[in-house]
């Protein structure tokens, strides 16, 4: 029945801009499989991108690189122009608009009049509390003066990136500046972390059209990261766990392991302790990702990062793992080099296993909770 509908509402230039009725139907699919959902959402999401409705964007940049404004004009679902023009009404974004001083802030308040309780603040880079705030100020004012005050009146706030997350890399010991992350600051308004270095525009996306179709964040962990995204270790769909459960290893750069794509867990992976989907939707249209092109995943979405992950090609030892999930020995079928018999093989893979159905059903369980369900 969608199929046959006119496009309108944030949808609606689509085909103005030569994107077809079955690429948008595909699109919607995409973000519907990615948020964990049962495929008959897909049409409510269709009618969500279709609506009137558009989700009133203040983008805030604190101690930032920009990497995940990079991320965010990188994204190809949809492409960055999509999601100026449809999706989101982006209000204020200091690296974006072309308004500058006096009549950039004068854009940020009227944003914040025109859409009050209803914005969402996305906030890029971690806030320094040090001295003050004084290491980043603008228009007079701290950081964490121009954050409370912008997230005050917001619907959400979304912390893009590792740094507005938890802290990330200004936060590294010593943390000079007194770098936090959103959380530690916003108590009165829902606070969602999207983190990564830098975070991945698919999820970032998919969230956005999760809270334009219910009205809502997606349901989180108890680290404010949405389930959909971060509900998995990424060693559970790692394409290379074959080869960790069967002890084979790259030894070291380069080696015949390495051309033939084994286990990167002794060159410093990081992938048993890291939560994301990163395996699942990739990177840059999902054509790679870094394990994918034989780089050591480095947590990069776990609070502590960056000093609990480094040094980045150090092997942290198998008592890092869980005893049901640590590996053979190099080159050794599993259940021989931990002297097990086949019962005992299939306990431990079902322990691992179990905990991943625990997780995928927390997941589900929380989809199943949505107030207002159904297609
Ligand atoms: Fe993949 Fe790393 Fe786990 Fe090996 S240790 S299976 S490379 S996530």
Not at 18 to 47: D, H, M, N, W
Not at 176 to 202: F, I, Q, R, Y
Not at 358 to 364: Q, T
């Amino acid at each position: 029945m969608i199929a046959q509908q006119a496009f309108s509402g944030p949808a609606g230039n689509a085909e103005e801009q030569g994107i077809s009725r079955r690429e948008f139907l595909k699109f919607c699919s995409f973000i519907t499989a990615t948020l964990a959902l049962p495929p008959l959402y897909t049409q409510r999401v269709a009618r969500a991108l279709e609506g009137p409705s558009k989700i009133h964007v203040i983008w805030l940049e604190f101690q930032d690189c920009a990497g995940d404004t990079e991320s965010f004009l990188r994204s190809s679902h949809p492409t960055p122009a999509q999601f100026v023009l449809d999706l989101i009404s982006l209000d204020y974004h200091e690296t974006l608009m072309a308004p500058a001083g006096k009549a950039a802030e004068a854009s940020l308040h009227q944003a914040m009049n025109e859409a009050k309780g209803k914005y969402v603040v996305v906030v890029e880079g971690s806030i320094p509390t040090a001295d003050e705030g004084v290491y980043c100020t603008v228009a007079g004012k701290s950081a964490v003066q121009v954050l409370q005050e912008v997230a005050k009146n917001a619907g959400a706030v979304i912390a893009v990136g590792t740094c507005a997350s938890y802290g990330g890399l200004p936060a590294a010991a010593p943390n000079p500046t007194g770098a936090v992350g959103v959380g530690d600051l916003v108590k009165d308004t829902p606070v969602l972390n999207l983190p990564g270095c830098s975070v991945n525009a698919v999820n970032f996306s998919a969230t956005l059209v999760h809270f334009l179709t219910f009205g809502q964040l997606p349901a989180t962990d108890d680290l404010g990261r949405p389930l959909f995204a971060y509900g998995d270790l990424i060693h559970d769909n790692c394409p290379r766990r074959a080869h960790f459960d069967a002890g084979r290893f790259v030894q070291e750069w380069g080696d015949e392991g390495h051309r033939q794509g084994w286990c990167l867990y002794k060159m410093g992976c990081k992938g048993p302790q890291a939560h994301s989907n990163c395996p699942l939707v990739g990177w840059n249209d999902n054509t790679s990702w870094p394990i994918g092109a034989g780089h050591p995943c480095i947590a990069c979405t776990e609070p502590g990062f960056w000093d609990t992950s480094t040094p980045f090609y150090q092997w942290m030892g198998e008592s890092s793992l869980p005893a049901s999930e640590r590996p053979a020995r190099s080159g050794t079928p599993l259940g021989v080099a931990l002297g097990l018999g086949g019962g005992a093989i299939g306990a431990a893979a079902g322990a691992a296993v179990m905990a991943r159905q625990k997780r995928k059903s927390a997941a589900s369980h929380a989809a199943e909770e949505r107030p207002d369900e159904g297609a």
